[in-house]
Structure formats: C-alpha cells, structure tokens
C-alpha cells in the first residue's frame, strides 16, 4: 500500500516536470527573424549566382537571337518551364493515391511485472480461477496489414484527373509566360534599335543646347538683348533640353532593359544588327478573324476551360461521398509472446462504412460544386469578352501606328530638308549658329520621332499576334538548343510580318500536347500562309 502511495505522490512532480518540457519546446520552435548579417551573405550569394549564370553574348545580336535568348536563359521563363514540370510529377503521385494501402508495424513492449489478473464466474459471482497472465513482460510484435477501399479509390481517381488539368494549366500558364516575354523583348529591342541610332547624335546636341543655353546667359548678364527675348529663347531651350534628356533616358533604360532580358550583364554594350525596315502594313485587317482566333488560341480561355474541368471533378467527389465505403482489409501479424499457442497468423475481411453527416450535408456540398462549375463558366465568359477588347483595340493600334508612321515620315523629310538648308545658309554667313542649331535639333528630333513610330508599329503588329495567342513556338518544345532555336524565332517572325495565322483546322494548334519535342521537329506556329486579312476560322475543338 505504502508503495502506491508514494508514486501518487511522485505523479505531480512528474506532471510538472513533462509541462515544463513542452513549454520549453514551444518556446524553441518560435521563428527567429534573420539578422542583417544572413541578408547581407544570401544577396552576396543571390549576386554571385546571378554573374555566374551569365552567358556571354558572341557578335551582334538580332531580334530573333535576342527573343531566343530570352526564352532559353530569362528567369521567368525557366520558372514557368519548372512549374510545368513540378505539375506533371504530381499527376503521377495522384495516380499512387488510388493504389491500396499497404503498411508495416513493429514494436517491443516491456514491463515492469507481468500483467496478471483473476476471474469471476458469470453466474456465481466467485472467483473461478486464481491470479494468472497469458502474456510475457517483455515481447516483440509485428504485422503488415492491406487495405483497399472502393469510395478512397474513386475519389483518388478524380482527383487525378485534377491534377492532369492543372498540368494543362500550367503548360498554359508556361505559353502566357513566353507571349508575355516575347513581347517585352520585342518592344525593348526596337527601342535599343532607336538608341542605337539615335545616341550618337543625341549626345551632341544636348551639349551644344546647353552651351546655348549658357551663352543665353552670358549675354543676360551682359545686357547685350532685350530681357523678355532672352527669356523667351532661354525658356525654349530649356524645355527642348527637358525633352531631349527625357528622352535620352528612355533610350538607355530600353538598353538596360533588354540586357536584363536576355541575362547578359545590364553594362553589356550591345551591338544590335536587326535595324528597323520600313513597314509594309497588311491592306486590311480582318477583325472577325483576329476575334475567332483570340477565342480558340488565348492561354488565359484555356486556362479557364480546365479550371471548369477541374471543377467539374468536385461534383462527381461530393457525389461519391454520399455512397457508402467498401473496403477489403488483410494482415498478417506475429508476436514473440511464447505462452500463444500460434506466434504467426493472418486475418482478412471485408468491411462497409457509411457517414450519416455526409448524407445530410452532401446535397449542399454538391449544390456548391455545381455553383463553382458554373462561376468557372461566367469567368470565361467575362475574360472572352476583354480577349475580344484586346484584339480589336490591338488592331486599331496597329492602324494608328502606321498613321503615326506616315506622319513621322513626312515630318522627318522635311526636318531634314530644313537642316540642309539651314547648313547651306549658315556657311553662307546668313544665318546664326543658333538657328543653325536649332534646325539641326528640329532635324533630329524628327528623325528621333521616325525611328520611334517605325519601332512602335513593329510593336503593334507584334501585340496583334500577342493578343490573339499564337505563340512563336511551341510551348512545349526543347529550348536547349539555342541555335535551333534562333532559326525557329526567325522562321516565325517572318511569318508575322507577312501577316500570317495559324490554321485552326490542324490539329497541332494545340500547343498542351504532352511532352516535349526538339525544336527542329516542333511544327512552326505560324507557317501556313494563312494571312491576317484573310484569315478563315473554321470550327475548333479548343
């Protein structure tokens, strides 16, 4: 009795003692902010990992080596090829869901006595036998049990078939990475293309306009004019400076920018080699055409078309839900107790479950999975429609680039008709160096507008085929080769600027076929001949 006694005594002691341990456990796992010192060595390491990453650029670089670039070595890129990838291993481990569980237990139980125990008699309510055990102190067990239920397996299934949708997904998220990127690397590389040409005489006439500006006041100072005209010449050149430095800084951020796109260091000095032609804009747009392919082409619909699939999957879940679990369940077991008649054994059954709960809330579950099928539907109606903006304010753009770039033209001819005068008359003695000047600023500010205008509707038509999302290649194809690639890039490129579609009938327009493909043998996007103006759109399975 005295013993039973002291270990009730010793119980809250060791109540105490296990308290005081768990609390000093959770005062262990709290988070530790990182010190200055691990930010500074993780953005040491981030930086140095980034300059090794560099590829270096060999030669010129073309629009079509540049958007190759980019595809195979940017960042984001690489990310949304990963998330492809991460989402087609996890279709195979959805599909070992629906396998049966198999599972293997061991343990060893010791006492500190043998786990002894008397018997009363049902009917006499005496004892029948005197203090025994059927078990050791000390012995090993150990099994393997099977188990396979029907309802796990079904719902399993469909949540497979989930996983297969948003690996669809994610191969469409990939094709809106790349649209998006081709698409930055194009307005960036005509821009560059605009620097390239127009730095070397910016430069010069911002210093001239300020050593203008500054005789300006030299001749303030001196009283030699009336003050309201200085004024008024000092207002206009500091505006037209304001302008011309703007600019400048446009033109050397899209250098920064494209250097960042294609992962080359953002001090690179680049030599680019695709310089802008002068546009043959496509007679006439055929917006039916461009609408129909937005519809059928665009990542953002596809998406939303396996969102409602996936949806859709819920609904038959909650219904399996509903239905009772069968199950078939086997073991195998062993004990090292040496007073069992038989140490090895084995067990099988069969057995049926049913949650009541899910019979009263599965009709709402269901309702609300419809619901969501539905939501999915209204959401792809409403983004058609701003797909369906997109397009035709994409095509009315282009036209108001080409307008603009009829424009700019005829205002750099004449620019540079003046400034040829201007040069004539000014070594003739008849005209300041101011004016002259001042033409030769007018003369490139011109030409600066034409470069600009004829970049921008190389853009527009660009965002055209952005838009409608056809892709330059395959979202699935093998981007390792970069040569392959270049050749590729600029096979489509061709095919845009002779306004070319994709044809809707074939059935390689579906660009979330599983696996991927050398570029080589990937089939090209846009090669069919099929123009803008004319573009059929036959009926789709999209």
């Avoid at 981030?46 to 560099?54: E, F, R």
């Avoid at 102190?137 to 989930?162: C, E, K, L």
Wanted: hydrophobic share 45%; net charge neutral; proline share 4%.
């Amino acid at each position: 009795m005295h013993h039973y006694v002291e270990r009730a005594r010793r119980l809250p002691v060791v109540s105490l003692t296990v308290s005081a341990l768990l609390a000093l456990t959770a005062c262990g796992v709290r988070p530790k902010p990182m010190s200055l010192q691990e930010h500074i060595a993780r953005a040491d390491a981030d930086q140095a990992a980034i300059t090794a990453g560099y590829v270096p650029l060999k030669g010129g670089l073309s629009l079509g080596t540049a958007i190759a670039r980019a595809l195979k070595y940017n960042y984001d890129a690489q990310v949304a090829k990963l998330e492809a990838s991460q989402q087609e291993k996890q279709i195979d481990l959805a599909l070992m869901q629906m396998l049966p569980h198999l599972a293997a237990d061991a343990g060893y139980s010791h006492r500190s006595n043998n786990n002894a125990a008397e018997s009363i008699d049902w009917f006499s309510n005496e004892r029948s036998l005197d203090y025994s055990y059927s078990e050791q102190a000390s012995h090993g067990t150990g099994d393997i049990s099977f188990s396979w239920n029907v309802m796990d397996a079904g719902i399993s299934y469909f949540s497979a078939r989930q996983q297969s949708y948003r690996a669809l997904i994610a191969v469409e998220r990939r094709r809106r990475a790349i649209n998006d990127l081709v698409k930055a690397v194009t307005t960036s590389y005509w821009e560059a293309v605009a620097a390239q040409v127009m730095l070397p005489r910016l430069d010069p006439i911002i210093k001239d306009a300020e050593d203008m500006l500054a005789a300006s006041h030299d001749a303030a100072n001196a009283h030699l004019q009336s003050p309201l005209t200085l004024l008024d010449y000092q207002q206009y050149i500091i505006q037209l400076l304001g302008d011309l430095r703007r600019i400048r800084d446009e033109l050397v951020s899209a250098r920064i920018q494209l250097a960042s796109l294609i992962d080359i260091p953002q001090d690179s000095v680049l030599t680019l080699t695709t310089l802008p032609q002068d546009v043959r804009p496509i007679a006439s747009l055929d917006n039916a055409a461009l609408e129909r392919m937005g519809l059928v082409m665009r990542p953002e619909l596809r998406m939303e078309v396996y969102q409602q699939k996936i949806d859709r999957q819920d609904v038959y879940k909650e219904i399996l839900k509903m239905m009772p679990g069968i199950g078939a369940i086997g073991n195998g077991n062993f004990d090292s107790n040496s007073l069992l008649v038989h140490n090895i054994w084995g067990q099988i059954g069969v057995r049926g479950t049913i949650n009541l709960m899910n019979m009263v809330q599965g009709p709402r579950a269901i309702a609300m999975a419809k619901s969501n099928v539905k939501l999915s539907e209204a959401r792809r109606l409403a983004l058609s429609i701003s797909v369906l903006t997109q397009v035709n304010l994409s095509a009315q753009r282009y036209r108001t680039a080409l307008d603009g770039l009829k424009t700019a033209r005829e205002i750099n001819d004449v620019s540079l008709q003046m400034e040829r005068l201007a040069d004539v008359a000014s070594s003739a003695g008849a005209q300041s160096k101011a004016d002259r000047i001042r033409h030769q600023m007018a003369a490139l500010l011109g030409q600066l507008a034409y470069s600009r205008n004829l970049a921008q509707t190389h853009q527009a038509l660009a965002n055209i085929y952005a838009s409608v999302g056809v892709d330059l290649v395959p979202a699935n194809s093998d981007m390792q080769d970069l040569d392959r690639l270049t050749v590729q890039v600029e096979h489509s490129i061709a095919g845009w600027e002779a306004g070319q579609l994709p044809n809707l009938a074939l059935p390689e327009t579906a660009s979330a076929a599983a696996g991927a493909v050398p570029v080589a043998n990937a089939r090209p996007p846009a090669p069919s001949g099929q123009p803008v103006a004319s573009a059929a759109a036959p009926a789709s399975a999209g």
